[in-house]
C-alpha cells in the first residue's frame, strides 16, 4: 500500500469519538442507544457479511475506488485487525483497572502488512475467527463489568458500554464504505 506508486492513503487521525453522541451521517449508523449486550450478535453478522464479500473476484477485491480509499480487500483485513486490537483492549479493560491502551497506527499496519496482497480467502477466515473470540469475550460482559474503564493513547476514555457501541460502528461504517 505505503510503497505502492501513486498510493494516496493519507492517514486517519480523526477522533471517531463523536459516534457516541450522534448518528454518523455518512453510513448513518446510530450507536448512540444502542444496547451494549447487542454487539456480539452484530459483530457475528458483519463477520459473517465480511466472509460473503471476500468470496468475490480477487482482482475486484483488490481494486481501490479511488486513490485515496483503501479496496475491499485492504478493508477487510483493517476490520480482522480491529477485531484482534479490541479483542486485547477489551481483556485489558476487564482484566485491569482503568488501562491505558498502547497506540495503534492502522494505516502504517495496512502499509507494513501489505493488505492488498492478502489471500481473500484466509482473510475470510481471520475476519470470522477473531470476531467470534471479541465476540465471545463481549458475552462474558455481565452487570458492573459494563462499567469498567479504559483509556485510548489519545487521552480518551470509555466504559465497557462505551467502548462497546464505539467498536461496532467501526466495521459497521466499512462495510458501508466498501458498498458505496
Known amino acids: 500500500m505505503g510503497d505502492e506508486p501513486g498510493d494516496s492513503i493519507v492517514d486517519d487521525e480523526s477522533d471517531w469519538t463523536w459516534v457516541l453522541e450522534r448518528t454518523c451521517a455518512e453510513c448513518g449508523f446510530d450507536v448512540a442507544n444502542l444496547d451494549p449486550t447487542e454487539v456480539a450478535p452484530m459483530l457475528r453478522a458483519n463477520a459473517r457479511e465480511w466472509a460473503e464479500l471476500l468470496g468475490g473476484s480477487t482482482d475486484a477485491l483488490r481494486q481501490r475506488p479511488r486513490a485515496d480509499r483503501w479496496s475491499p480487500l485492504e478493508y477487510a483485513c483493517h476490520v480482522r485487525d480491529v477485531f484482534g486490537i479490541y479483542d486485547q483492549r477489551l481483556d485489558l479493560m476487564l482484566t485491569e483497572d482503568g488501562p491505558r491502551y498502547p497506540n495503534w497506527n492502522q494505516d502504517e499496519t ?65 462495510l458501508w464504505d466498501v458498498r458505496q
Open 110 to 174: 495496512a502499509r507494513v502488512e501489505r493488505y492488498n496482497d492478502a489471500d481473500p480467502a484466509v482473510v475470510a477466515v481471520e475476519v470470522v475467527e477473531a470476531a467470534d473470540a471479541l465476540a465471545v469475550r463481549f458475552d462474558s460482559v455481565t452487570g458492573e463489568g459494563w462499567r469498567r474503564t479504559g483509556h485510548r493513547s489519545d487521552g480518551a476514555s470509555f466504559t465497557v458500554d462505551t467502548f462497546a457501541r464505539y467498536f461496532i460502528h467501526d466495521p459497521v461504517h466499512h
